[in-house]
T-cell receptor
Framework: GENVEQHPSTLSVQEGDSAVIKCTYS??????FPWYKQELGKRPQLIID?????GEKKDQRIAVTLNKTAKHFSLHITETQPEDSAVYFC??????????FGAGTTVTVRA | DVKVTQSSRYLVKRTGEKVFLECVQD?????MFWYRQDPGLGLRLIYF???????EKGDIPEGYSVSREKKERFSLILESASTNQTSMYLC??????????????FGAGSRLTVL
């Protein structure tokens, strides 16, 4: 499958600051890059995704950027709030419909 | 309004036992997946099914098999459980050949401990 690397593994930010998580992937044929959020004890849920024909996508306080040439994509969370504390996973599609996930980033928002 | 249901939240089995993990979705999705979640390793794909009786290996299929006899049900089988299969197992489904085809809906997970 696809090799997806995600950094950092943990991230602690002050409430109101921004958080950035970065991922790289190996297969240049990948065209779909979602981000999932998993709150403690809950199932992962899609928060935003981007396809390769778009360089950036925003949804309120979250945004994702994609650089296909460099094979990396990033999640940006602005004005962080306590409810943003969770584990975030990036993923890249390979084959038909299959997703390979990064190892995850544990984000802690300090009040 | 749970849409992907995993039959067991917690299981404790002994080494060598046969283990069945069941997953049912009620969204008429074509695709179903079994992932394994371990700290520091993220979610790793074990098997994928795109249709009834059809399956494809994921990244870590060794020691596992799957069964999809009906569209809504996808089972993960550990023929002879080993301690290194102690993990959280997540089932997921996605629509398939329609818009939003890649969006995964996950079940709540089955935490398996093999002693």
């Amino acid at each position: 499958g696809e090799n997806v690397e995600q950094h950092p593994s943990t991230l602690s930010v002050q409430e109101g600051d921004s958080a950035v998580i970065k991922c790289t992937y190996s297969d240049s044929a990948s065209n779909y890059f979602p981000w999932y959020k998993q709150e403690l004890g809950k199932r992962p849920q899609l928060i935003i995704d981007i396809r390769s024909n778009v360089g950036e996508k925003k949804d309120q306080r979250i945004a994702v950027t994609l650089n296909k040439t460099a094979k990396h994509f990033s999640l940006h969370i602005t004005e962080t709030q306590p409810e943003d504390s969770a584990v975030y996973f990036c993923a890249a599609e390979w084959g038909d419909y299959k997703l390979s996930f990064g190892a995850g980033t544990t984000v802690t928002v300090r009040a | 309004d749970v849409k992907v249901t995993q039959s067991s939240r917690y299981l404790v089995k002994r080494t060598g036992e046969k283990v069945f993990l069941e997953c049912v979705q009620d969204m008429d999705h074509e695709n179903m997946f079994w992932y394994r979640q371990d700290p520091g390793l993220g979610l790793r794909l074990i098997y994928f099914s795109y249709d009834v009786k059809m399956k494809e290996k994921g990244d870590i299929p060794e020691g596992y098999s799957v069964s999809r006899e009906k569209k809504e049900r996808f089972s993960l089988i550990l023929e002879s459980a080993s301690t290194n299969q102690t993990s959280m197992y997540l089932c997921a489904s996605s629509p398939g050949s329609v818009s939003g085809a890649n969006v995964l809906t996950f079940g709540a997970g089955s935490r398996l401990t093999v002693l």
